[in-house]
Structure formats: structure tokens, C-alpha cells
């Protein structure tokens, strides 16, 4: 299964726009770019998923370059609620389809 | 449309114990995933049912198993409890097709003393 790589830890100004990187240049060509969060003491939460194209709903922005060897999720306004942990996932090619979480990116939004 | 539910909460139990954690699959979804978070870790894949059988399995021994029935809740038992168990252990739904999100519950947060 593909791995990803994500930086640790990230910063961002409430009311500004977060970007969190992924590197995934493994990725075979039919696995699709997941990205979860996870809320301290929560369990992880959907944001969104693609496969080639970039794609956007009510949460965010996924931005895949062309060559799908990383990826760029875009918090377009963060607020405090988005503090969390931020995993960025390539889904497993086992008939099981499940998930394999890195250590993700802890994001943290500043006042 | 309700959420992903698992009981209890909280559990503590002793090494050598035998535990049984619940998991009610959200409406509409006929898969459930087990997974396993240490502290300071990300989830780690447990096991997956489908229609009531197994659908893969992580890097996990026996002495973790598991069950679904037919309303798609689903059961995660493990024996013989080891200090090293001690984690939150998430349940998750979703639907066997396609490339569907997966919903997770709260989690049940075990602690083996």
C-alpha cells in the first residue's frame, strides 16, 4: 500500500487559509487520496477524497498535482474548530478497502 | 440520519481478561472496520466485516475477533488482555462499494491494568 508523508506540525492564522501538504509518490493508479481529522477525543471525521481531478465541498479543497504523487488540502478559512489532527490517506488495495493512517499533521489554529 | 455509536465509553479490565466492545454501524452503511489508536498514534486497521464475514484482516493475532449481525452492528472481542491493549479502539461504517467515506464513532477507550 502506498504511504504517505506529512510534516508533523503546522501553524495557522484564524481567518486565513490552511494548507496542509501530502506526499504520496507511491500511489498506484486507481487508489483514491483520502483526508480525515480527528478532533481530540474524537474519533477521525471525513473531509474529503479524490482520485485525479481537484475537488472541493463544504470543508475544504483537494488540490492532486499531476502526476498524483502529492497532494494539498485547503482549509480556505480556518477557525479554532479546525485545530486537530490531520491525516492524509491513500486507500489500502486489499479487497478490505480499509484505511492506513499515518501520524498525520497536528494543526493548530492561532487567534 | 444517526452516527456511528459504540459502548462503553470508558473500560478499564485486568491483564489476562476477556472484553467485549459494541458498535451500532450507521444507518444505511453494511461494513464495519474495527481500529485500534494508541496514544500519540494513528488508527492501526484491526479487521473489516461484511454481510457477517470477515473482509480482511491487519496485522493483529487471533485473540482479536470479531462479529456482525444481520442489522450490521458489530462486536470486537479480545482475549487474554495484555497491557499493550490498552488504547481507543474506533468502530467505523461504510458502504461496501465504491469509494464512500467512512464514518467513525467516538470510540471506546480500554485501559488493561
Given at each position: 500500500d502506498a504511504k504517505t508523508t506529512q510534516p508533523p506540525s503546522m501553524d495557522c492564522a484564524e481567518g486565513r487559509a490552511a494548507n496542509l501538504p501530502c506526499n504520496h509518490?507511491?500511489?498506484?493508479?486507481?487508489e483514491y487520496v483520502y483526508w480525515y481529522r480527528q478532533i481530540h477525543s474524537q474519533g477521525p471525521q471525513y473531509i474529503i477524497h479524490g482520485l485525479k481531478n481537484n475537488e472541493t465541498n463544504e470543508m475544504a479543497s483537494l488540490i492532486i498535482t499531476e502526476d498524483r504523487k502529492s497532494s494539498t488540502l485547503i482549509l480556505p478559512h480556518a477557525t479554532l474548530r479546525d485545530t486537530a489532527v490531520y491525516y492524509c490517506i491513500v486507500r489500502g488495495?486489499?479487497?478490505?478497502n480499509n484505511l492506513f493512517f499515518g501520524t498525520g499533521t497536528r494543526l493548530t489554529v492561532i487567534p | 440520519e444517526t452516527g456511528v455509536t459504540q459502548s462503553p465509553t470508558h473500560l478499564i479490565k485486568t491483564r489476562g481478561q476477556q472484553v467485549t466492545l459494541r458498535c451500532s454501524s450507521q444507518s444505511g452503511h453494511n461494513t464495519v472496520s474495527w481500529y485500534q489508536q494508541a496514544l500519540g498514534q494513528g488508527p492501526q486497521f484491526i479487521f473489516q466485516y461484511y454481510r457477517e464475514e470477515e473482509n480482511g484482516r491487519g496485522?493483529?493475532?487471533?485473540?482479536?475477533s470479531g462479529l456482525q449481525f444481520p442489522n450490521y452492528s458489530s462486536e470486537l472481542n479480545v482475549n487474554?488482555?495484555?497491557?499493550?491493549?490498552s488504547a481507543l479502539y474506533l468502530c467505523a461504517s461504510s458502504l461496501a462499494a465504491g469509494d464512500y467515506g467512512y464514518t467513525f464513532g467516538s470510540g471506546t477507550r480500554l485501559t488493561v491494568v
Open positions: 509518490s507511491t500511489i498506484s493508479g486507481n488495495q486489499t479487497g478490505a | 496485522n493483529f493475532p487471533p485473540r482479536f487474554a488482555l495484555e497491557l499493550d491493549d
